[in-house]
């Protein structure tokens, strides 16, 4: 990974942290970035803030976050729209939860995304991680 999208990927995950304290929550993060939307060379970090699983309870089984945050990315990188809205049914790999933020920047997309929260916490700390790519890549 290079030292720009490095420093992209921290730029997300350090505006994300502050809004994972800001709420009091804890769970894992993705960033991603594709510089040149004719191409498909994604790159994406996975960042942990407290939690990467939640047990399981009762009857229930436990919760893979890092599998659902990446689940939430891919479908957002997929259909370039934030997860749990996709104009299409759902495809193998995919959660279909809200919790990922997509935009256009310059020629190519940033992606964040956030599991281990309600639904619009995770989007709301998604949000502010895409907030923060964009302002640093604009």
């Known amino acids: 990974m290079d030292q720009k999208t490095l420093e992209l990927f921290n730029c997300a995950f350090d505006a994300m942290a ?35 699983e939640i047990p399981p309870r009762d009857d229930s089984v436990g919760w893979n976050l890092i599998g659902i945050v990446c689940s939430k990315a891919a479908e957002s990188i997929n259909t370039k729209t934030k997860s749990g809205s996709a104009p299409r049914d759902l495809e193998h790999g995919e959660v279909g939860y809200p919790g990922a933020e997509v935009q256009k920047c310059g020629k190519g997309y940033v992606v964040a995304a ?13 949000q502010t991680g895409v907030a923060a790519m964009i302002a640093k890549l604009t």
């Open 114 to 126: 956030f599991s281990g929260a309600r639904s619009q916490e995770d989007y709301q700390v998604a």
């Open 18 to 52: 502050e809004e994972v304290k800001k709420q009091g929550i804890s769970g894992t993060a993705v960033a991603a970035y594709l510089e040149d939307a004719e191409t498909i060379d994604w790159q994406l970090c996975i960042h942990v803030f407290g939690k990467m």
